[in-house]
Protein backbone atom coordinates (compact mmCIF):
# COMPACT_ATOMS: atom_id res chain seq x y z
CA UNK A 1 0.00 0.00 0.00
CA UNK A 2 1.39 3.51 -1.03
CA UNK A 3 -0.70 5.54 0.56
CA UNK A 4 -0.56 6.71 4.17
CA UNK A 5 -3.11 8.34 6.95
CA UNK A 6 -1.96 10.22 9.68
CA UNK A 7 -4.36 8.30 11.56
CA UNK A 8 -2.29 5.09 11.86
CA UNK A 9 0.82 5.50 9.26
CA UNK A 10 2.85 2.90 10.95
CA UNK A 11 0.09 0.20 10.87
CA UNK A 12 -0.03 0.51 7.26
CA UNK A 13 2.73 -2.46 6.71
CA UNK A 14 1.15 -4.77 9.24
CA UNK A 15 -2.24 -4.39 7.81
CA UNK A 16 -1.21 -4.99 4.01
CA UNK A 17 0.36 -8.06 5.56
CA UNK A 18 -3.14 -8.96 7.05
CA UNK A 19 -5.32 -8.69 3.83
CA UNK A 20 -2.36 -10.82 1.98
CA UNK A 21 -1.96 -13.47 4.38
CA UNK A 22 -6.48 -13.75 4.32
CA UNK A 23 -6.37 -13.39 0.61
CA UNK A 24 -3.70 -16.56 0.20
CA UNK A 25 -6.06 -18.84 2.01
CA UNK A 26 -8.52 -17.76 0.44
CA UNK A 27 -6.75 -18.70 -2.90
CA UNK A 28 -5.51 -21.79 -1.30
CA UNK A 29 -9.30 -23.06 -0.49
CA UNK A 30 -10.52 -21.98 -3.64
CA UNK A 31 -12.72 -24.83 -5.06
CA UNK A 32 -11.49 -27.11 -1.90
CA UNK A 33 -14.58 -26.56 -0.10
CA UNK A 34 -18.01 -26.96 0.64
CA UNK A 35 -20.67 -24.91 1.85
CA UNK A 36 -23.94 -24.41 3.79
CA UNK A 37 -26.85 -22.67 3.60
CA UNK A 38 -27.22 -19.66 6.87
CA UNK A 39 -30.23 -19.05 7.98
CA UNK A 40 -30.74 -16.41 5.70
CA UNK A 41 -30.47 -18.50 2.40
CA UNK A 42 -26.98 -16.99 1.70
CA UNK A 43 -23.96 -19.61 1.33
CA UNK A 44 -20.69 -19.83 4.01
CA UNK A 45 -18.03 -22.14 4.13
CA UNK A 46 -14.91 -22.37 6.64
CA UNK A 47 -13.02 -19.91 4.72
CA UNK A 48 -15.66 -17.25 5.29
CA UNK A 49 -15.53 -18.53 9.05
CA UNK A 50 -11.55 -18.24 9.23
CA UNK A 51 -11.34 -15.19 7.35
CA UNK A 52 -13.35 -13.16 9.63
CA UNK A 53 -12.22 -14.46 12.70
CA UNK A 54 -8.60 -13.75 11.33
CA UNK A 55 -9.20 -9.84 10.17
CA UNK A 56 -10.80 -9.25 13.45
CA UNK A 57 -8.56 -10.80 15.79
CA UNK A 58 -5.73 -9.06 13.54
CA UNK A 59 -7.76 -5.28 13.24
CA UNK A 60 -8.12 -5.81 17.27
CA UNK A 61 -4.35 -6.53 17.65
CA UNK A 62 -3.20 -3.24 15.29
CA UNK A 63 -5.81 -1.09 16.30
CA UNK A 64 -6.73 -1.53 19.88
CA UNK A 65 -10.34 0.19 20.92
CA UNK A 66 -11.38 0.43 17.81
CA UNK A 67 -14.36 -1.92 17.02
CA UNK A 68 -15.27 -4.39 14.35
CA UNK A 69 -18.80 -4.60 12.36
CA UNK A 70 -18.47 -8.18 10.22
CA UNK A 71 -20.61 -10.22 8.41
CA UNK A 72 -19.93 -13.68 10.32
CA UNK A 73 -18.91 -11.70 13.31
CA UNK A 74 -20.76 -9.16 15.57
CA UNK A 75 -23.50 -7.07 13.20
CA UNK A 76 -23.67 -4.37 15.57
CA UNK A 77 -22.44 -0.65 15.21
CA UNK A 78 -19.38 -0.39 17.44
CA UNK A 79 -19.92 2.39 19.87
CA UNK A 80 -16.04 3.15 19.46
CA UNK A 81 -15.07 6.57 17.69
CA UNK A 82 -13.42 4.79 14.80
CA UNK A 83 -14.28 1.43 13.89
CA UNK A 84 -13.94 -1.12 10.95
CA UNK A 85 -16.97 -2.53 8.62
CA UNK A 86 -15.74 -5.99 7.22
CA UNK A 87 -17.49 -8.30 4.41
CA UNK A 88 -14.30 -11.25 4.82
CA UNK A 89 -15.04 -13.35 1.79
CA UNK A 90 -17.61 -11.23 -0.31
CA UNK A 91 -19.29 -13.35 -3.26
CA UNK A 92 -18.92 -16.44 -1.93
CA UNK A 93 -21.26 -18.06 -3.80
CA UNK A 94 -19.03 -17.64 -6.58
CA UNK A 95 -16.29 -18.73 -4.45
CA UNK A 96 -18.19 -22.34 -3.91
CA UNK A 97 -19.23 -22.52 -7.33
CA UNK A 98 -15.67 -22.68 -8.48
CA UNK A 99 -15.93 -19.20 -9.97
CA UNK A 100 -13.03 -17.37 -9.52
CA UNK A 101 -14.44 -14.19 -8.58
CA UNK A 102 -14.80 -12.87 -4.81
CA UNK A 103 -13.17 -10.07 -2.21
CA UNK A 104 -12.30 -9.03 0.91
CA UNK A 105 -13.92 -5.67 1.90
CA UNK A 106 -12.75 -3.65 4.49
CA UNK A 107 -13.35 0.01 5.72
CA UNK A 108 -12.54 2.07 8.61
CA UNK A 109 -15.83 4.80 9.46
CA UNK A 110 -15.10 7.87 11.47
CA UNK A 111 -17.88 10.23 12.20
CA UNK A 112 -20.26 7.21 10.84
CA UNK A 113 -18.44 7.37 7.32
CA UNK A 114 -15.62 5.28 5.76
CA UNK A 115 -11.96 7.18 5.83
CA UNK A 116 -10.31 3.94 4.50
CA UNK A 117 -11.79 1.33 2.18
CA UNK A 118 -9.62 -1.80 0.87
CA UNK A 119 -11.17 -4.08 -1.81
CA UNK A 120 -8.79 -7.07 -2.49
CA UNK A 121 -9.71 -9.35 -5.22
CA UNK A 122 -7.41 -12.49 -4.85
CA UNK A 123 -8.05 -14.42 -7.60
CA UNK A 124 -7.25 -11.52 -9.86
CA UNK A 125 -4.44 -10.15 -7.67
CA UNK A 126 -6.39 -6.96 -7.24
CA UNK A 127 -6.41 -4.41 -4.55
CA UNK A 128 -8.12 -1.15 -4.65
CA UNK A 129 -7.54 1.34 -2.19
CA UNK A 130 -9.31 4.39 -1.51
CA UNK A 131 -8.61 7.34 1.17
CA UNK A 132 -11.18 9.90 2.00
CA UNK A 133 -10.20 13.72 0.52
CA UNK A 134 -7.31 11.25 -1.04
CA UNK A 135 -8.13 9.60 -3.82
CA UNK A 136 -7.94 5.84 -4.75
CA UNK A 137 -5.73 3.45 -6.22
CA UNK A 138 -5.43 -0.03 -8.08
CA UNK A 139 -2.51 -1.79 -7.25
CA UNK A 140 -0.87 1.59 -6.17
CA UNK A 141 -1.76 3.21 -9.42
CA UNK A 142 -4.00 6.39 -9.11
CA UNK A 143 -7.44 5.96 -10.54
CA UNK A 144 -9.40 8.47 -12.91
CA UNK A 145 -12.69 9.42 -12.18
CA UNK A 146 -14.74 7.19 -14.48
CA UNK A 147 -16.66 10.76 -16.09
CA UNK A 148 -12.76 11.22 -17.45
CA UNK A 149 -12.35 8.44 -19.68
CA UNK A 150 -14.61 7.34 -22.70
CA UNK A 151 -17.49 4.88 -21.76
CA UNK A 152 -18.56 3.25 -24.89
CA UNK A 153 -20.00 -0.53 -23.94
CA UNK A 154 -22.52 0.75 -22.06
CA UNK A 155 -22.86 -2.31 -19.54
CA UNK A 156 -25.14 -2.13 -16.13
CA UNK A 157 -25.23 -3.97 -13.15
CA UNK A 158 -27.26 -5.63 -11.88
CA UNK A 159 -27.97 -8.01 -8.51
CA UNK A 160 -30.35 -11.10 -8.70
CA UNK A 161 -32.62 -9.56 -6.75
CA UNK A 162 -32.93 -6.36 -8.78
CA UNK A 163 -33.35 -7.56 -11.82
CA UNK A 164 -37.20 -8.07 -11.43
CA UNK A 165 -37.20 -4.46 -12.34
CA UNK A 166 -36.86 -5.25 -15.88
CA UNK A 167 -40.51 -6.45 -15.76
CA UNK A 168 -41.62 -3.82 -13.95
CA UNK A 169 -41.27 -1.08 -16.62
CA UNK A 170 -42.14 -3.81 -19.66
CA UNK A 171 -42.56 -0.97 -22.19
CA UNK A 172 -39.53 1.13 -21.78
CA UNK A 173 -35.84 -0.26 -23.12
CA UNK A 174 -33.39 -1.17 -20.02
CA UNK A 175 -30.49 1.62 -21.16
CA UNK A 176 -27.95 -0.88 -20.80
CA UNK A 177 -26.22 -3.81 -21.83
CA UNK A 178 -26.93 -6.14 -18.24
CA UNK A 179 -24.37 -7.97 -16.38
CA UNK A 180 -24.66 -9.76 -13.19
CA UNK A 181 -20.88 -10.47 -11.71
CA UNK A 182 -22.75 -12.29 -8.08
CA UNK A 183 -20.09 -9.76 -5.50
CA UNK A 184 -21.92 -6.78 -4.19
CA UNK A 185 -18.99 -5.12 -3.29
CA UNK A 186 -17.57 -5.67 -7.37
CA UNK A 187 -20.83 -5.02 -8.68
CA UNK A 188 -20.82 -1.46 -7.16
CA UNK A 189 -17.33 -0.62 -7.67
CA UNK A 190 -17.48 -1.49 -11.28
CA UNK A 191 -18.59 1.92 -11.50
CA UNK A 192 -15.95 3.71 -10.22
CA UNK A 193 -13.38 0.93 -12.49
CA UNK A 194 -15.09 2.33 -15.61
CA UNK A 195 -16.15 -1.24 -16.44
CA UNK A 196 -20.17 -0.34 -15.88
CA UNK A 197 -21.72 2.78 -16.47
CA UNK A 198 -24.29 2.26 -13.05
CA UNK A 199 -24.75 -0.12 -10.88
CA UNK A 200 -28.43 -1.19 -8.74
CA UNK A 201 -28.11 -3.02 -6.05
CA UNK A 202 -31.22 -4.32 -4.12
CA UNK A 203 -30.74 -5.82 -0.47
CA UNK A 204 -26.92 -4.63 0.20
CA UNK A 205 -25.84 -4.75 3.55
CA UNK A 206 -23.17 -2.39 5.27
CA UNK A 207 -20.65 -4.71 5.28
CA UNK A 208 -21.56 -5.31 1.10
CA UNK A 209 -21.15 -1.91 0.60
CA UNK A 210 -18.59 -0.14 3.06
CA UNK A 211 -15.69 0.02 0.65
CA UNK A 212 -16.88 0.17 -2.45
CA UNK A 213 -18.68 3.58 -1.19
CA UNK A 214 -16.03 5.03 -0.30
CA UNK A 215 -13.98 4.30 -3.92
CA UNK A 216 -17.19 5.58 -5.75
CA UNK A 217 -16.99 8.62 -3.45
CA UNK A 218 -13.00 9.38 -4.13
CA UNK A 219 -13.98 8.86 -7.78
CA UNK A 220 -16.56 10.98 -8.07
CA UNK A 221 -19.54 8.84 -9.10
CA UNK A 222 -23.08 9.65 -7.62
CA UNK A 223 -25.09 7.81 -5.23
CA UNK A 224 -28.75 7.78 -4.60
CA UNK A 225 -29.69 5.83 -1.45
CA UNK A 226 -33.38 4.44 -2.29
CA UNK A 227 -34.45 3.75 1.30
CA UNK A 228 -32.11 4.51 4.41
CA UNK A 229 -28.52 6.55 3.99
CA UNK A 230 -25.82 4.16 5.96
CA UNK A 231 -24.54 7.55 6.93
CA UNK A 232 -27.01 7.79 9.78
CA UNK A 233 -25.24 4.38 11.46
CA UNK A 234 -26.47 4.27 15.59
CA UNK A 235 -23.99 2.81 17.79
CA UNK A 236 -25.42 -0.41 19.05
CA UNK A 237 -27.55 -0.75 16.13
CA UNK A 238 -28.11 -4.43 14.89
CA UNK A 239 -27.79 -4.18 11.45
CA UNK A 240 -28.43 -7.94 10.69
CA UNK A 241 -31.23 -7.20 8.62
CA UNK A 242 -30.44 -3.76 7.63
CA UNK A 243 -30.80 -3.38 3.55
CA UNK A 244 -29.25 -0.39 2.25
CA UNK A 245 -30.82 -0.59 -1.90
CA UNK A 246 -28.75 1.82 -4.09
CA UNK A 247 -28.43 2.87 -7.49
CA UNK A 248 -24.48 4.17 -8.26
CA UNK A 249 -23.51 5.72 -11.55
CA UNK A 250 -20.43 7.35 -13.53
CA UNK A 251 -22.06 10.87 -13.38
CA UNK A 252 -25.22 12.77 -12.87
CA UNK A 253 -26.39 12.49 -16.36
CA UNK A 254 -26.52 8.71 -15.49
CA UNK A 255 -27.53 8.67 -12.79
CA UNK A 256 -31.13 10.19 -13.95
CA UNK A 257 -31.32 7.81 -16.87
CA UNK A 258 -31.50 4.47 -14.82
CA UNK A 259 -33.13 6.77 -11.81
CA UNK A 260 -36.83 5.09 -12.91
CA UNK A 261 -35.34 1.64 -12.36
CA UNK A 262 -34.33 2.44 -8.94
CA UNK A 263 -37.50 3.98 -7.95
CA UNK A 264 -39.36 0.92 -9.39
CA UNK A 265 -37.00 -1.30 -7.31
CA UNK A 266 -38.64 0.05 -4.39
CA UNK A 267 -42.21 0.71 -5.31
CA UNK A 268 -43.20 -2.32 -4.27
CA UNK A 269 -43.29 -6.30 -4.46
CA UNK A 270 -40.92 -7.31 -7.57
CA UNK A 271 -42.48 -9.88 -9.79
CA UNK A 272 -41.35 -13.17 -9.08
Known amino acids: MTVSSPAFPTELAAFEA ?10 QDFGQLDSEAKPDGSLITACDRWSDATLVAGLAELFPGEGVLSEEGSQSVPRSSAF ?4 PLDGTTNFAAGIPYWAISIARFEAGVPVLAVLDVPPLRQRIVAVRGGGAWRNHKRLAPPSARTQVAGCAS ?74 QLVPGEDLARADYPVLAARNDETLTTFLPWAEALVAGDLPS
Do not use: H, Y
Open 84 to 87: WVVD
Open 158 to 231: LCSRSIGVLQKLPNRRFPGKIRLFGVASLNLVSVAMGQTVAALEATPKIWDLAAAWLVLTELRCPLRWLLQDPA
Open 18 to 27: LLDRVAERQR
